[in-house]
């Protein structure tokens, strides 16, 4: 069993317990909002796919925020028992079960106005893998669209919690002379069953990483920044909380071709 099909058993079993224990909304959605509308103001029909969706609470968040849009919403998870909540909530929406780079290769051109990854970017257990799943949210957006990455962050607060496997992804990346990164960690979440213990692959970024995997993928209109405890915009790793990645796609004109 992979990284990703772990993953996928994890939030499979923990499906309900997760819908359960996640209704209010993510204090980053109020920063997505901002976004739509600036970027939208005047546009009613906004395409979103979102990736990582889980079982679609940004998608009741949106509706309820600004009624006025008519969002065109698509949902990707690897968890088949997520998307079945999603179904059950939200039958108007379209759900897919699929990891979000597999999904992506398959989209056409401009598909999308919006395309948002929260808290999910950050388990693709590769740099190939973020760099492809960056190409391709590159080319399905529209030429006015965006995307947005929220992940968590290697934090005083985060040291503290999950220093046990810090120190064991730091032995790994020795053993293995750099295969694994001292980045890559495998994190402990106790499942409904108090006996039964699950580890999930988080890669964690820093804004430089993010902004070299973006620049490559040809993102030229790049606004990023911490969130730190009380979900204020900060330049300062260790007082935050999660990274914000805000990603316009940009129009290169070559001036010699003209």
């Known amino acids: 069993m992979n990284f990703l099909e772990r993953l996928a058993d994890y939030y499979d079993k923990e499906a309900e317990k997760f819908h359960r224990t ?55 998870d690897i968890s088949r028992g997520l998307i079945n909540i999603a179904k059950k909530d939200y039958p108007d929406a379209t759900w897919k079960v699929n990891n979000m780079t597999s999904f992506l290769s398959s989209t056409n051109q401009e598909s999308y106005d919006i395309v948002i990854a929260i808290a999910s970017f950050h388990h693709l257990p590769s740099f190939r893998m973020r760099v492809t799943t960056a190409n391709h949210i590159y080319r399905s957006l529209s030429y006015d669209g965006f995307c947005f990455l929220t992940n968590w962050s290697d934090s005083k607060r985060f040291r503290q919690r999950f220093r046990r496997s810090i120190y064991t992804a730091l032995r790994k990346s020795i053993v293995s002379f750099g295969i694994y990164r001292p980045n890559d960690l495998f994190l402990p979440r106790k499942s409904d069953k108090k006996d039964k213990i699950f580890f999930r692959y988080y890669h964690i970024f820093t804004l430089q990483e993010l902004e070299k995997i973006a620049k490559i993928s040809w993102f030229g ?15 300062t790793k260790n007082d935050s909380r999660n990274s914000c990645s805000i990603r316009g796609k940009s129009v290169f004109i070559d001036n010699d071709n003209e």
């Open 22 to 76: 996640r209704q209010r909304h993510r204090p980053e959605f109020d920063i997505l909002a901002e976004e739509i509308r600036r970027r939208f103001s005047r546009k009613k029909n906004i395409r979103i796919l979102e990736l990582g969706c889980g079982s679609g609470r940004l998608l009741g968040y949106l509706q309820k925020k600004m009624p006025k849009k008519q969002f065109i919403y698509t949902g990707v």
């Open 221 to 235: 209109d790049i606004h990023q920044f911490y969130l730190d405890s009380e979900w204020k915009q900060t330049h």
